[in-house]
């Protein structure tokens, strides 16, 4: 990876993209998307405040109602994670740091883990969030880009294949 969190830069410019569609189409679909969009930006979001103390906590997310309701709320967050995900330098992705996700008891344990994990783990979170979006947006009549909610790695494997086996 050239760039530290690039796959997860390419997710974000993909929620972008689909957030500038949604609103240029006239669509109101915030109340079934939002609650997606805003759960990957409060990860995103614990993720980096986290990062810089070494002490990452995925259950210390803000949930907040506007990122929900307003596309464009939800696009200028992404915009703001997007400029803070290209600023994480190289030399910061095997810092190891404390993380801790889904606490169901108070004094739930904290793992340990690096930045280019949890950057995987981001990727992958978001990924599956998008394919629910897209599917949301498609019951809806809404036509979502090609490969919007799709794994790179089977974009990727997709793309090797013969026509005829898709």
């Known amino acids: 990876m050239s760039v530290p969190g690039e796959q997860n830069v390419a997710a974000i410019d993909q929620g972008l993209e689909l957030l500038e569609d949604l609103r240029g189409a006239g669509a109101d679909p915030a109340a079934r998307v ?78 340990t883990s690096t930045i280019a994990r949890e950057l995987l783990f981001l990727q992958s979170h978001t990924i599956h969030h998008y394919a629910l979006i897209a599917l949301l947006l498609r019951a809806d009549g809404f036509e979502v880009p090609p ?13 090797r294949q013969p026509e005829c086996a898709r």
């Open 34 to 111: 939002g609650p997606h969009f805003r759960h990957c930006i409060d990860f995103y979001d614990c993720f980096l405040q986290g990062r810089r103390r070494g002490r990452i906590d995925y259950d210390a997310r803000e949930r907040s109602p506007s990122l929900e309701s307003s596309l464009a709320a939800a696009a200028a967050a992404l915009r703001r994670i997007r400029v803070e995900l290209l600023a994480v330098e190289p030399s910061a992705l095997e810092r190891t740091v404390a993380v801790r996700a889904d606490a169901v008891a108070p004094g739930a344990p904290w793992t």
């Open 147 to 159: 490969g919007f909610g799709v794994a790179p790695s089977t974009l990727e494997h997709l793309g």
